[in-house]
């Protein structure tokens, strides 16, 4: 068993190596989203009033909420702090507190230490798959889209205004997926494939790919 | 005397049903055209009654473009035939040959009365089919009609890319854009219908998209009243010297099968499935149909195999019912169901408990003391079959020779709730609800005015969000927010929209006027759409795409069924509603308010700006 195990671990590290996908050995799908979302929009927030919600010492609530009435408002804090336990945290640090937010709002994706929480992973999809000269036109679709949750999304209407706008440090070091893509003309031949479906590129059939057809003998 | 009625246990009829099971292996798929013709020689061969192709075909409206292409009065010069596998697009193009003058074999290209037919434009190399194609678009050679899959369409008249179309494109610029491309689309209203019946007949090419067709309700009567004819069972050489013919579940169905009131029932099972999203091309409607005939059985099985000493109870593994529902393959002859099959839980009675049905089905099952009382539930007296499998579990329960009783009474039990939810004997007030969705969908689809159906969908998603009053006219102000339908604790946030929406129904795909005449269809697709009451009505609405799964969860509110959870996966779909009524209602001025219901109190959330470099502070307003 433990050399099975190896030898599937191997497998997938040459399966990413193969695709140029960084850091992909403990993720959550969810910051993709959110790390592409951060990326193609240029916004990133600072989430720490987000993050104070969570607190649970005395000075948070004063903090957090005008007029604060410790017995009048301290449920009503709890059962915001329940809603977003349940529906907007995606990891947690040891003590609890999130590190990381589905981002109902563009302005839940954090500005912090992005390579460690958010692994980089956005750039796999945002350099590499949305990166190419004829995305143009999606990635403005994207962006026009993302920038109306704040107003489709009770909790992003109510909360973006807590998390302040930050500018984002731009990456030096290169995509790999967009390195591999240059590299390898069937892998760059798949990717530009359009769907037959619904005409997009990145998005042909899996059975089309480079890696299902060098299966074969 | 042939072979094969000398040994009743190859019944040629049942061989010909089996062979159109999709999931029947061993027997020749004669549901492939081209493997049918000379199937069928070789029963009729064996056995001089096997009904003629006419007597087993089964009119729909695509017999009458094949005459109308005969006659002339067609007004187009290329016709694409295109949907699914099993749609009946080969079927056409042999019927369309035949009535053209082509007796022999349809090749993949065949040429006759001015058409050529390419039966399968993946049987075609590439180059020859658009050279066919480039020739009619520039307006040359004979007619054509090419039966073709979507992607291959896709591919082949799809300009390459922009700035430089391809052959195609380059033939008949709009081609694409006009006429082929809209006819693809899943979906269509009145206004690209009208339009596309103006470029299809303007470019006289016709795209019939076989997707568009609702043919349950015309074909399902039609095969079983062609497969239950007496003549092929009670009154065919094959059964009247059968031995096993009065304990036969096949016969059984076949005698079952020709009322009028099952086939109804069965059909109002496979529409609820088509208005679930799940097509069933003609191949697999049938292959469904031909099972709940034989029920994958053969003769053999019957007569010397494993049911030939199998108990009463066993036997009714294999009657229709329980095929058109049944999922496993178990039974002492194991029959892989149809892949439909599975989809078709929903619509089960054997799942439903009706305790005074079940009750009655235990009082049948009681043992009496001479085994002469008759067997009835209610008024009704049971078929055959089922009598002997309740007068088995009465011998059995006497005797105590069955050491799983409860298991037996059990599958008796869920057996007869079929047997009554499908056969005429049930007429269920008020009908269950998948049927209600069902008849709801059903008539605005065929052209209703669908205004219960409005109320009934506006009033469901008004009492999720708790309103204590009857409201069906407009969607209500306060909703639970859409992060509200995956766990109790974000039931504490609710949203005040700030207005009220007035709810309408619309629905597609409308077909052009050009296809509409051979295609059975209905407007399948329907959505529940939501504008603010007041302001913003030329606005995009909010749509929630009905079918019959999301509509019997809604019409179950009505009994007191509100808790959201209950929509299952159709939770993501009412979210994305309401975050469209959130914004709609941005759009409308309304100014829409976050709220947190805490105890018996409701708080109003907002968040204001920090004054001065402060940061921004959330606010918690009581509200009366």
Redesign the interface.
């Known amino acids: 068993m433990p050399n099975q195990q190896s030898q599937i671990e191997n497998l997938t590290d040459s399966v990413q190596r193969r695709l140029g996908l960084q850091q992909a050995q403990t993720f959550s799908p969810e910051d993709i989203t959110g790390d592409a979302i951060g990326r193609l929009l240029g916004l990133r927030a600072d989430v720490s009033r987000l993050q104070r919600l969570f607190d649970r010492s005395v000075e948070a609530g004063p903090d957090l909420v005008a007029g604060w009435n410790r017995e009048e408002h301290g449920p009503v804090l709890h059962a915001l702090r329940r809603v977003l336990d349940t529906s907007m945290v995606v990891q947690r640090r040891s003590d609890g507190v999130p590190k990381s937010f589905l981002p109902f709002a563009p302005e839940f994706v954090g500005a912090d230490r992005v390579s460690t929480i958010y692994r980089d992973l956005g750039r796999s999809v945002v350099e590499g798959l949305w990166g190419r000269p004829c995305q143009a036109e999606l990635q403005t679709r994207i962006k026009n889209r993302v920038n109306e949750w704040r107003g489709r999304h009770p909790l992003g209407m109510l909360l973006a205004p807590l998390c302040e706008p930050r500018e984002q440090a731009q990456d030096r070091t290169p995509c790999h997926l967009k390195a591999a893509i240059e590299s390898d003309e069937s892998l760059g031949a798949w990717v530009e494939e359009p769907s037959p479906r619904t005409g997009m590129r990145g998005c042909a059939p899996p059975n089309r790919s480079p890696l299902m057809s060098r299966s074969r003998p | 005397m042939s072979t094969n009625e000398a040994h009743p246990a190859n019944h040629p009829f049942v061989e010909y049903l089996n062979s159109l099971r999709t999931q029947e292996h061993g027997a020749n798929p004669s549901f492939v055209h081209e493997n049918r013709k000379i199937f069928l020689e070789q029963l009729r061969a064996t056995a001089a009654w096997f009904p003629s192709d006419d007597d087993l075909h089964v009119p729909t409206r695509l017999d009458g473009l094949a005459s109308a292409l005969t006659e002339g009065s067609v007004p187009c010069d290329l016709i694409f035939l295109t949907g699914d596998a099993g749609d009946g697009k080969t079927a056409l193009c042999a019927a369309v040959a035949e009535r053209l003058g082509c007796t022999d074999e349809l090749q993949d290209v065949t040429e006759a009365g001015g058409w050529i037919i390419v039966k399968d434009a993946s049987e075609v190399e590439p180059e020859r089919l658009e050279a066919l194609l480039a020739e009619r678009l520039f307006g040359r050679g004979p007619k054509l009609l090419v039966a073709i899959n ?2 291959r369409l ?2 082949i008249m ?1 300009p390459q890319a922009e700035g430089s179309p391809g052959g195609m494109a380059a033939a008949r610029p709009a081609l694409w854009a006009d006429v082929i491309e809209p006819a693809l689309r899943a979906w269509t209203d009145e206004a690209s219908a009208r339009r596309l019946d103006e470029r299809m007949r303007a470019e006289r090419v016709m795209a019939l998209n076989f997707r568009h067709r609702f043919h349950v309700p015309a074909v399902v009567p039609g095969l079983l009243n062609a497969w239950t004819r007496p003549r092929y069972w009670e009154d065919s050489p094959a059964c009247r010297s059968c031995g096993a013919a009065s304990r036969c579940p096949i016969a059984a169905n076949a005698k079952s099968l020709g009322s009028p009131a099952v086939q109804e029932n069965i059909s109002e099972v496979l529409q609820s499935a088509h208005f679930s999203g799940q097509r069933l091309p003609f191949r697999r409607l049938q292959a469904v149909l031909a099972l709940t005939v034989t029920a994958g059985l053969k003769c053999r099985d019957v007569q010397t195999g494993e049911l030939a000493n199998a108990n009463a109870l066993d036997l009714l593994r294999y009657r229709y019912y329980e095929a058109l529902f049944r999922t496993d393959a178990g039974g002492p002859v194991p029959v892989t169901p149809e892949a439909i099959n599975r989809f078709l839980a929903p619509a089960d009675p054997g799942l439903a408990s009706t305790p005074a049905f079940d009750r009655e089905v235990g009082y049948a099952a009681t043992p009496d003391k001479d085994g002469r009382t008759p067997v009835r539930l209610g008024e009704t007296a049971l078929p055959s079959l089922e009598e002997q499998a309740v007068r088995f579990i009465r011998e059995s329960s006497r005797s105590a020779a069955d050491p799983d009783m409860t298991g037996s009474m059990a599958r008796l039990t869920q057996a007869l709730r079929r047997w009554a939810g499908i056969s005429d004997v049930s007429s269920a007030e008020p009908p269950e609800p998948w049927r209600k969705a069902l008849r709801y969908l059903r008539e605005y689809a065929t052209g209703g005015d669908g205004r219960d159906l409005r109320l009934a969908v506006t009033a469901a998603i008004n009492r999720y969000h708790f309103l204590a009053a009857l409201n069906e006219q407009w969607i209500a102000r306060r909703q639970i ?3 509200g339908f ?2 109790p ?2 039931l ?2 609710e ?1 005040d929209l700030g207005v009220e929406f007035a709810t309408s129904l619309s629905s597609g795909p409308v077909l052009p006027e050009f296809v509409r005449p051979w295609l059975e269809s209905a407007a399948s697709e329907i959505y529940f759409e939501a504008r603010p009451a007041t302001g913003a009505l030329g606005r995009e609405p909010a749509r929630l795409h009905l079918n019959a799964r999301l509509l019997e969860t809604l019409l179950n509110t009505g009994s007191g069924f509100t808790y959201v959870g209950a929509l299952g996966a159709y939770r993501m779909d009412l979210a994305r509603f309401h ?2 009524l ?2 709609l209602a ?1 759009e409308a001025e309304s100014d ?1 308010k ?1 709220l ?4 018996g109190k409701t ?1 109003r ?5 920090g004054a001065n470099g402060a ?6 307003d ?1 509200e009366d």
């Open positions: 979507e992607g896709r591919r799809r927010a859409p992060a995956r766990d604790a974000r504490a946030l949203l975050s469209r959130l914004a941005h829409p976050v947190l219901r805490v105890g708080y959330a907002s968040c204001e700006p940061p921004a502070r959330l606010r918690f009581g």
